[in-house]
């Protein structure tokens, strides 16, 4: 086929977009902002890579929440199967962990990308770097027979690029530094697409801690708790921060919680911080003679209550109360923290927001620019982390790659 393609974003949605397209003979380009490719991929794994989700699929969409049924329609043509046979065709074979999560054997993203840019540049996808798009996109209306044309930023100055369609895969707006900036959304939003405002996801939170807890706690982990709020209610851990709360916990639960904070102006997450116990043998057990113990001492010995579980204690137990062994064993199972705020949206591991699934059509095109499609993270969806948001964004560059593939063949 005699068709060019711009791909604008060089993470897993771009990249999945340009390999499908390149498979079918279209000459593919991918322009990227930064020096190399995928520096927000590398960095998810830093730590391990965690590709996908092994639990049952009805149960992997519904992670999805709102936008469940928009993302299902990606993931039945890839499924978390399907992510972890194409890994395999790169060469990286893959496990499930203890927690059901999926990693490649060697725990890193850098294999499989390399192997996988390797493949795409083998089938001729060209990829040019430190080329930033500055917002201009156009119909190419010069009789050249290209339908868009382009304008990039780059160290050489600005560089009109034209072609068959573009496609857009760009990321959200966290981690900035990494490439992911978001100024994309006023862009589309000044050429009317109807873009949601990005907003921080898998994100920390802020908690006004005092003085002496945020000094003598900053970093430390809260292990084997409980966190309720409204319909959550999931056991694990998290950090604490001088500026308040961070971890796998919090971000599971961070969709809700924010919500929470934009409507209502704050948020109080609940916390069990004794799972194993119940109120009333955790009562019994405090009712102990103390004897010439300290109340520290006493609630170590008894229940076990040390350290930074003691310190969230004494934050948020109403002094009159402290000394209660009825109340005190209460809010050992049912401690209020409240939030004050999320944190800022670069600091969130990803953001929701973004176009909305009304400014597409059903191969992801959007309506007010025809032959421009997006991907990825630039569009109106969030998932916890889990492998829950790589594995989207690969399905999205997939549909994204055969929605402009159904555009070339009728123009």
Request: hydrophobic letters at 40%.
């Amino acid at each position: 086929m005699d068709k060019t393609v711009v791909i604008i974003g060089g993470g897993p949605a771009g990249l999945m977009a340009a390999e499908v397209l390149s498979q079918r003979g279209v000459k593919v380009d991918v322009y990227d902002s930064m020096s190399s490719l995928g520096r927000k991929f590398l960095l998810a794994g830093k730590s391990g890579l965690n590709l996908t989700h092994s639990e049952p699929f009805e149960k992997f969409v519904s992670r999805y929440g709102k936008r469940k049924e928009e993302v299902e329609k990606w993931l039945l043509d890839f499924t978390p199967d399907h992510l972890r046979e194409w890994a395999r065709g790169l060469g990286v074979e893959t496990f499930v962990g203890t927690s059901g999560r999926v990693f490649p054997m060697e725990m890193k993203a850098s294999p499989l990308l390399r192997k996988w840019l390797k493949r795409l540049d083998e089938a001729g996808v060209k990829f040019h770097l430190r080329h930033r798009w500055n917002g201009n996109l156009a119909a190419a209306e010069d009789g050249s027979g290209s339908r868009v044309k382009i304008d990039f930023e780059t160290p050489d100055g600005v560089k009109t690029v034209k072609a068959d369609a573009v496609a857009l895969a760009m990321g959200g707006g966290s981690w900035a530094r990494l490439g992911s900036d978001g100024a994309w959304t006023s862009w589309l939003s000044q050429a009317g697409v109807k873009v949601e405002a990005l907003k921080p996801s898998n994100c920390g939170f802020d908690v006004t801690w005092s003085t002496h807890f945020k000094e003598k706690f900053d970093g430390q982990p809260i292990k084997s708790v409980i966190l309720n709020f409204g319909s959550f209610h999931q056991q694990g851990e998290f950090i604490v921060t001088k500026e308040g709360v961070e971890g796998s916990l919090i971000y599971a639960a961070s969709a809700l919680m924010r919500d929470e904070i934009l409507s209502k102006g704050k948020a109080v997450m609940s916390l069990d911080l004794a799972p194993d116990k119940t109120e009333v043998q955790l009562f019994e057990k405090l009712s102990k003679p103390r004897g010439s113990r300290s109340m520290a001492s006493h609630l170590e010995k008894t229940v076990g209550m040390k350290g930074v579980k003691a310190g969230l204690l004494r934050e948020f137990v109403p002094k009159n109360e402290f000394e209660n062994m009825e109340r005190l064993a209460f809010y050992i199972k049912q401690l209020p923290v409240p939030l004050i705020a999320t944190r800022p949206l670069d600091e969130a591991i990803s953001s929701a927001g973004g176009v909305t699934f009304e400014s597409l059509d059903e191969n992801l095109m959007l309506k007010k620019l025809p032959g421009a499609f997006c991907a990825g993270e630039m569009l109106d969806w969030e998932a916890p982390t889990g492998g829950y948001l790589l594995t989207a964004c690969f399905a999205s560059g997939r549909v994204t790659g055969y929605g402009v593939m159904k555009w070339l063949e009728n123009i």
